[in-house]
């Protein structure tokens, strides 16, 4: 299916047919989309330890996503939905450097790594917090160690309410709670966001947090009910600071084609840039690095800004010692109530001086039992994916108007 298709010729009514839960082929390619993310993320997590380039990282996760869609549905579009970014310490999201912006990890540093793929359209990311430990015998204690169970314990609190008839505003206002516990606070422009297919905001977000002044225009946004029959990316992030966020000096690294505007590019490089798009991501987010080459990156600037892409910006919380911690997953809410489609990985080892009291809702809720996966994830055959291995660009194109 092409990205104009997709805009232009995809009536209501398949669209409503082709995001049904109670359709066999819809669940087996969300679940197959689930498997290919459950099988790469600890792969990519394994890799996180003292001295490792972060550009490598992406470039490795996205490689593995490439290679296990590659072999699913070759008739249909099939892919990464969200390129491998991996944020540390006080970045929030959408960090996935090219060589010349790479860092290389710490000890103590707080990384958190997101990634997603698509199967015939049908969606699933998740992310992962993780702490680069310079002992794994001894838990990492303070402010790292705060913000990873306050991120987790907030995750899995909203994850149990993520049920048809709750409001959306019960689930935001349980998040402040959980983070106020830890000493934390919500990341100020994160929120979870219902997906169908070949979308990945497809409705009202669940914010993390709400606006420092509420208006009343703003409270049908906070105060929606969760539906059933819908797929959620649920995606928490708290930090240590005060929440709020500014833009850091880095230009962005993930764009998304915008299949409403159209313009009549005139620079080479630009044309080739639109092409590669349109050939190899459509509708969904990609990397800078994931052009062929820096012509192609020049142009890119030209799609932006003829509105043709849009940007997702580096932010960064307030003070560079902020620490924000990240935790995502694809849930499906059914009439009985949520399902996890990714699963959750292994804690890193930490150890928080806080706790959540007890006889509050938080604590009830986490009382409640476990949600459970929706099936068994079945392994991934083993790809040829060679970690640092970078890639290597083509030639450049002349870059002159015709």
Do not use: W
């Not at 839960?21 to 993320?41: C, F, H, R, S, W």
């Not at 966020?245 to 620079?267: A, C, G, H, W």
């Not at 099936?375 to 450049?396: C, H, N, Y």
């Amino acid at each position: 299916m092409s990205n104009m298709e997709i805009s232009m010729a995809y009536p209501a009514s398949k669209f409503e047919a082709d995001n049904t839960l109670t359709n066999p082929v819809v669940l087996e390619k969300y679940q197959l989309a689930a498997d290919i993310v459950n099988g790469v993320l600890p792969i990519v997590v394994s890799k996180v330890e003292t001295g490792i380039s972060v550009c490598d990282l992406c470039q490795f996760g996205d490689d593995l996503l490439t290679a296990y869609t590659e072999k699913m549905y070759k008739n249909s579009e099939r892919g990464i939905a969200v390129p491998t970014c991996v944020s540390v310490n006080n970045l929030v999201q959408y960090f996935s450097p090219l060589a010349e912006n790479d860092i290389n990890l710490k000890p103590g540093d707080v990384v958190k790594i997101e990634l997603g793929v698509h199967v015939d359209g049908y969606i699933a990311t998740a992310a992962h917090t993780t702490i680069v430990s310079s002992n794994s015998q001894e838990p990492t204690t303070g402010k790292a160690a705060d913000v990873v169970a306050a991120t987790h314990f907030a995750y899995e609190t909203a994850l149990r309410m993520l049920r048809p008839g709750i409001r959306a505003s019960e689930i935001t206002r349980v998040i402040t709670e959980v983070a106020a516990y830890f000493r934390c606070q919500p990341v100020e422009g994160t929120f979870s966001s219902p997906m169908k297919r070949f979308v990945l905001r497809a409705g009202k977000d669940i914010e993390n947090r709400f606006l420092d002044e509420l208006i009343v225009q703003d409270l049908e946004k906070y105060d929606f009910e969760v539906e059933a029959n819908q797929v959620y990316q649920l995606n928490i992030a708290l930090t240590t600071g005060d929440g709020t966020i500014k833009n850091t000096e880095y230009k962005p690294f993930v764009y998304q084609r915008d299949v409403n505007k159209s313009y009549q590019l005139k620079m080479k490089s630009a044309r080739q840039a639109y092409a590669e798009v349109n050939a190899n991501h459509t509708v969904f987010p990609f990397a800078t690095r994931s052009l062929s080459s820096n012509a192609a990156r020049l142009g890119l600037m030209s799609l932006l800004e003829h509105e043709l892409v849009t940007a997702y910006p580096v932010m960064r919380t307030k003070l560079n010692s902020d620490l924000v911690a990240q935790f995502k997953g694809t849930v499906m809410v059914t009439a009985e109530g949520p399902v996890r489609n990714t699963r959750a990985l292994q804690l890193p080892y930490v150890h928080s001086q806080f706790c959540i009291p007890q006889a509050t809702t938080a604590a009830t809720v986490l009382s409640t039992p476990e949600v459970k996966e929706i099936r068994q994830a079945k392994p991934l055959a083993t790809v040829d994916v060679t970690f640092g291995d970078r890639r290597i660009q083509k030639e450049d194109v002349e870059m002159d108007m015709e």
